[in-house]
């Protein structure tokens, strides 16, 4: 009887034995539901990268600055009355800047329709000699500096005027959203 006991344990060992390889084997062959997750996550992150969200890169830029007051985002009649750009001439624009009581802090990022970057171009750097001679007569937390030294650059179909104090992070948020334009005809 001890030895039919004993057979039995011993069978029953190796049942299990066989039966834990063969998970095993199954766990190497097939990706786990984290695997797959994690799979899943980088598809999406893959596409994220190919569509641009200014809005995305705005919100991140002004939740690093430790100001707040004055901030405000710009409608159709502020881009048109007061900065004097065309609106015929852009496609959609993300724009948020510190009113002049407040100093500067601006970030302009802007998709020109087809043609008319040019125009766009120019209209930031008349806006931007607007905001230097505003600072240069009541120049307040050093922003007739921020103002001269504001970056004008193209990322993708958007041309981006930074007017902060940390333009080079702000760009690196901006070109983290807005992937760079592919050429497909070369």
């Known amino acids: 009887m001890k030895h039919m006991i004993s057979l039995l344990l011993v069978l029953l060992l190796i049942f299990s034995l066989s039966a834990c390889s ?3 084997e199954e766990a190497e062959d097939s990706p786990s539901s984290a695997q797959t997750e994690e799979t899943e996550q980088g598809s999406k992150a893959v596409e994220n990268m190919a569509k641009p969200n200014p809005q995305g890169a705005l919100e ?3 939740a690093q600055l ?3 007051t004055g901030l405000v ?9 007061v900065m ?3 609106l015929e001439t852009i496609e959609e624009y993300y724009v948020r800047y510190m009113e002049t009581d407040y100093g500067a802090s601006d970030v302009y990022i802007i998709k020109p329709k087809e043609g008319e970057e040019n125009s766009v171009r120019e209209a930031l750097k008349d806006w931007q000699e607007s905001r230097i001679r505003a600072f240069s007569g009541y120049d307040i937390y050093n922003s007739t500096a921020i103002s001269e030294n504001a970056v004008i650059f193209q990322r993708g179909d958007y041309l981006v005027m930074l007017m902060l104090e940390d333009n080079d992070g702000a760009r690196s948020i901006i070109e983290a959203h807005i992937p760079e334009k592919l050429d497909l005809n070369d």
């Open 84 to 86: 004097g750009f065309d």
């Open 73 to 81: 985002d710009a409608t159709d009649a502020e881009l048109r009355d």
């Open 60 to 62: 991140e830029i002004y």
């Open 66 to 68: 430790d100001r707040s």
């Open 22 to 24: 063969s998970a095993a």
